[in-house]
């Protein structure tokens, strides 16, 4: 859509589709006014049939929320998809805040034209600031299917997920929706939305969901933006990328947390692979895999360590964190080691994708999944930054990573999901033939047996008509 009316003017923002029961398909956005006043607005396919519904029309009436009282003409937007509630309405949540908290407000409605606002908000967190692009779903806890943003039920967790104008990451957390009176509870209020769980630790923001019904998946996008400079942008002339399509599952070897993985549909991609069984790769060694270019990539990898030599190693490290630990090149006992995509013959361009294993002093562990972008290239104009959480690992479970690279992204995810890192690089020597990968382990204290298996990928071939 193109802003060219007084209700959106300045700009036309994140807005999201519902499918009506008719098979009809209506879009609420954020438009901002020609007085940079924030509201809703309404929008039709101006072709149903097109099946990527390019052309929009704009609804006579716009705009058909504007902020309510008590809220800032500038703190109002992105409405999410709507759902059914039990009154037969359809009700959607809008991203705010009030002074330092932020807060997603709900409005109920019949025709998408006339709201009513719902008394309080659905859920709101003290000191998290501006939500944005807030997202709200249900998530089976039996089965593996995505559900249809109106389930409800026993069997049934609901994500509440908001964009933090902040500090730009997506927070998320679980809970239970009271859908009589349009409340949200976290499950945990320790890891509420905003102060716990992410859906992505590196560069990863404004994302948002929707219910592919054809699969029966729940399926997330996001925005990369740029680590570089504003003039690099200009000179190459644009910026900023989407990652690859996730799928959303609860976990329910967890219970705690949510799982994001790539669409099945990138596997069609994968061209040549090529294995490397149980390699070895001792403290304080770099191992290189020989894939030829190693550019774009599917990366499979399983890292083992001997759990009796955990287990003998005294606890000193507990306050490890991935940003603040040195990144790949601080060595403790117990890590850090895994992969260096994106890296040159010389090792002087890496990006290292890494676990490190912090142990406290009663003998309890904690893992820690980490991207160091410190050494990812030689260009000065450069954010270089390190990414990481710690990651939950269960009883019995290998340490698992999945990496997708592509000449400047780097995704990768832990856990079968459990954690992924987003990264935006710019190198310039490890580049196209140019580009290798390693394994590495710059522990000092135990040695790693790491099983991988890397696809070459083909190019996507993007269609337009």
Known sequence: MVADQWYDINGVWTGSATILPDGKLVMLYTGSTNESVQVQNLAYPADPSDPLLRKWVKYEGNPVLVPPPGIAKKDFRDPTTAWTTPEGKWRITIGSKV??????????????????????????????????CVDFYPVSKIAENGLDTSENGPAVKHVLKSSLDDDRNDYYA?????????????????????????YDYGNFYA?????????????LWAWITESDSEAADICKGWASLQPIPRTIKFDKKTGSNIITWPVAEVENLRLDSKEFDKVEVKPGTVVPLDVGSATQLDIMAEFEVDPKVLERIDGSNATYNCRNGGGSAARGALGPFGLMVLTDSGLSEQTPIYFYIAKNATGNFNTHFCNDLTRSSEAADVRKLIYGSTVPVLQGE???????????????????GRAAITSRVYPTKAIYEDAKLYLFNNATYISVTATVKIWQMDSANIQST
Do not use: C
């Open 398 to 416: 290998k340490l698992t990573l999945r990496t997708l690279v592509d000449h400047s992204i780097v995704e990768s995810f832990a856990q079968g």
């Open 174 to 198: 679980l809970g239970t929706y009271d859908a009589t009176a349009g409340k949200w509870v976290p499950d945990n209020p320790i890891i509420d939305v905003g102060i716990g769980l992410r």
């Open 207 to 219: 994302s948002k969901t929707f219910y592919d019904q054809e699969k029966k998946r729940r399926v």
């Open 99 to 132: 002074n330092k908290t932020g807060i997603s407000l709900v409005y109920d409605t019949i025709d998408f034209k006339n709201f009513e606002l719902l008394e309080g908000v659905l859920h709101g967190v003290p000191g998290t600031g501006m939500w944005e």
